[in-house]
């Protein structure tokens, strides 16, 4: 605060209001009292009762030949509101007032430190499974009346000793101190998880919201915080695997099952800080001219010592780590690298098919970083994105902004896995699409289901009308690529019959220069 000026005559602090001393007549260090006596009544009044002044020095300056008295004060309480207010914000959700992560942090670890031999806990860490959907469905004035009505709920039904806190954006974290037996743990996640399970009435709207709960004890399950949210983290995972609502408490099997993912993570960030992903390419075949017109590159990790991991191994961990964009993004480059040689053998207008997780579709950061990549290669003409069915259909933004960038670089967009997912007939009218492929569901045994020939010439005729190309993914049997050649007019097939999945050294093996034009046999 600026040094604050007072008039030369002030009142002393043990006389009447009527009696006034004259500074200049005074001793230094009396005039000096004096004068801060009456900055601070002045000061406090100016700054308000609550507030508490800190008064460094006063002294009298002459001015212009005046002589004005000058203080230099701080209004503590105020600062200490402010640095309160900044506390409570870093420590605290702002949206709940619940803790946050590293305040909750700092309870456990201090709970940890100063337990006796026989101290017990438990966490349970809660996952809002609907949340992101009930944002981007109703919004996000909606989605936080939901956290406040859950969390609410919670905290009427936990006892005060216990404590809750928001750690991300749809992860709640309930620490349970008052414990006695593992009993008494299930009978109040019970109690928890019944009241979440009633539907929110919000803003006229009747909210269900199911609630996936993961439970662990300390000591049983881990030995600090880390531990124990890992242990924690792993229920969890168990109980969304079994259904959306669902709760899991730690066990031996789990903690097996923990210890493999631990080091399959660990595995999977050094696979990625030395690039070894690679691409394997399953082709595409036009079954009216016997030639090859595409390729799909498919993600695997390949070991030093020369094993190779299918994307079940991996996709889950990496999407859970965020980590799925740089899997993606090092299968581009993959591509990238091996497109000159596949135009050279297969022709200029050879395609790749790269594939994007719904997650990457609603980034518009990762998209546009994509397409940044691919307008400097210059070789959109040669790619095509493969948007996941539920990707497509939760692509307003993508349409909406990345989309007409990345046709501006030539590269098309296809649907996959079409009829398996969220996908409807409609879906078509409402994307852009370039490509649809047909779940291997519909074409397997086709030429011996009716009923999937109907669906799939409905599909067929919806297609033709939007000038959708169409891809029979997963054919495996003769009878399949007979029926799809004589029956129907599809033009692109792909799957086991045709090629398995190829590094592109063994592509080239497999189809050498002079066979490429003459690829099915």
Not at 6 to 16: I, L, N, R, S
Not at 56 to 64: C, F, G, L
Not at 189 to 212: A, G
Not at 462 to 467: K, S
Request: glycine residues 6%; contains cysteine.
């Amino acid at each position: 605060m600026p040094m604050m000026p007072h008039h030369a005559t002030v009142a002393a602090p043990d006389e009447g209001p009527g009696s006034q001393l004259q500074a200049s007549k005074q001793s230094p260090a009396v005039r000096d009292v004096l004068l801060l006596a009456n900055a601070r009544r002045e000061m406090q009044s100016a700054a308000g009762s609550e507030s508490c002044l800190c008064l460094a020095n006063a002294r009298q300056v002459e001015v212009a030949g005046d002589w004005t008295e000058v203080a230099t004060m701080s209004v503590i309480g105020q600062r200490k509101r402010i640095e309160a207010g900044r506390q409570l914000r870093a420590f605290h959700d702002e949206l709940t007032g619940l803790p946050g992560r590293s305040l909750m942090k700092a309870r456990i670890d201090g709970l940890i430190a100063t337990s006796a031999a026989d101290t017990r806990f438990a966490i349970a860490l809660l996952n809002i499974d609907d949340f992101k959907p009930i944002n981007d469905v109703y919004s996000q004035a909606l989605g936080d009346a939901l956290l406040l009505s859950l969390s609410g709920r919670i905290r009427n039904v936990i006892q005060p000793v216990n404590d809750l806190a928001r750690i991300s954006s749809d992860k709640l974290l309930l620490l349970l101190t008052d414990i006695g037996s593992d009993a008494v743990v299930h009978q109040i996640i019970d109690r928890v998880v019944d009241e979440l399970h009633k539907p929110h009435l919000l803003d006229s709207h009747e909210i269900f919201s199911p609630v996936s709960v993961g439970v662990c004890l300390y000591p049983d399950h881990g030995a600090d915080y880390e531990s124990l949210q890992r242990s924690a983290e792993t229920a969890l995972r168990q109980a969304k695997s079994v259904n959306t609502g669902s709760v899991a408490f730690f066990d031996d099997a789990m903690k097996t099952a923990q210890a493999a993912r631990m080091e399959i993570e660990q595995k999977l960030r050094n696979a990625l800080k030395e690039h070894r992903f690679r691409a394997a390419y399953q082709p595409k075949l036009d079954i009216r001219t016997d030639r090859i017109v595409g390729f799909e590159a498919l993600a695997r990790w390949v070991e030093p010592d020369g094993r190779v991991f299918y994307p079940s191994a991996f996709i889950g961990v990496a999407t859970e780590l965020g980590l799925l964009g740089w899997v993606t993004h090092n299968m581009l480059e993959e591509i990238v690298a091996d497109l000159p040689r596949l135009r050279r053998q297969f022709g200029p207008d050879i395609v790749v098919s790269i594939n994007i997780a719904a997650v990457q579709a609603n980034s518009p950061d990762f998209m546009r970083h994509l397409a940044q990549r691919i307008k400097e290669t210059n070789l959109g003409s040669n790619l095509i994105v493969e948007l996941t069915e539920d990707a497509a259909v939760q692509t307003h933004s993508l349409q909406k902004g990345v989309l007409p960038e990345l046709r501006d670089l030539g590269v098309r967009v296809s649907i996959d896995d079409f009829g398996t997912g969220f996908s409807s007939l409609s879906l078509l009218s409402d994307i852009d699409a370039d490509e649809l492929k047909v779940d291997r569901a519909f074409i397997m045994s086709i030429d011996e289901r009716p009923r999937s020939q109907s669906i799939l010439r409905a599909i067929e005729s919806v297609c033709r009308a939007l000038n959708i190309a169409i891809v029979a993914e997963g054919v495996e049997r003769q009878g399949e690529y007979d029926y799809l050649l004589e029956r129907t007019g599809i033009r692109v097939i792909q799957g086991f019959y045709i090629g398995e999945p190829a590094f592109i050294e063994n592509l080239f093996e497999k189809w050498p220069c002079e066979k490429s034009n003459q690829a099915h046999s």
